[in-house]
């Protein structure tokens, strides 16, 4: 079993550039927006002191998770500079979700791969070995959308892309974000805006301007290095 899981980590190194893995398709300011990276539903889940989240139990857990959970404002260190983003109450999964994977640490060291001058910066993905490891042991799941809280795209928002992987109802990826850099109205109604940034715009529209390549990914890696709550 451990040579098949090293197999599968060698062949999805052997696709990435940069140190990172991508899509080919050049997504245009109008196209779904859809996450890219390892898919970590084909590895074993490892044991773990938490429950092993899946399309069964994730909803019913972060119904509970958030309860106890309040946290709203969280700290992104960049190699940009600082973003810091107040979270909504009233997405309330989303919020719970991320106040989570925050607290596990599973936002450190990953990157922002996906850049659309004037439109998103995108964040989350990576092909580093310990985050995937770090991913497979907290599960497997998606969000639904909750599109109907009043929210728009506005410049400095923070939403959810959709998932590439078997879905057809643009269920949210848990583990990917993008930051509207640009008012982007087109986007209501599909994707799940769940905080906006308090703090650093100057830094999100520093990323938007970095150079990238056919596949939106920057031309030199900018990391996201960790992920810290500041209540």
Known sequence: MRLLVGWFLFLALCSCKNGTSKQEENHQENSPLVTKGIKIDSITPIK?????????????????????????????????????????????FHRANFIYLTKL???????????????????????????????????????PTDTKRGFKHHRGVISMPSSDIENPH????????????????????????????TKGLDVVDEINSVDTDESDWPLHNIYIKKVEIID
């Open 48 to 92: 773990t002191e938490f429950p092993y989240l899946d399309k069964t139990n994730a909803m019913d857990f972060f119904l509970e998770y958030e309860k106890e959970n309040k946290e709203q404002n969280v700290r992104l260190t960049t190699t940009k500079g600082i973003i810091e983003i107040e979270l909504f109450n009233k997405t309330k």
């Open 105 to 143: 640490k599973a936002f450190d060291n990953t990157q922002f791969h996906r850049v659309i001058k004037n439109f998103i910066i995108q964040g989350g993905n990576t092909d580093d070995i310990e985050v995937a490891r770090k991913r497979r042991k907290i599960g497997h799941y998606l969000l």
């Open 170 to 197: 643009k269920l949210a990826s848990p583990y990917e974000f993008f930051i509207v850099q640009k008012d982007s109205y087109h986007l209501d109604g599909n994707y799940t805006i769940f905080g906006k940034v």
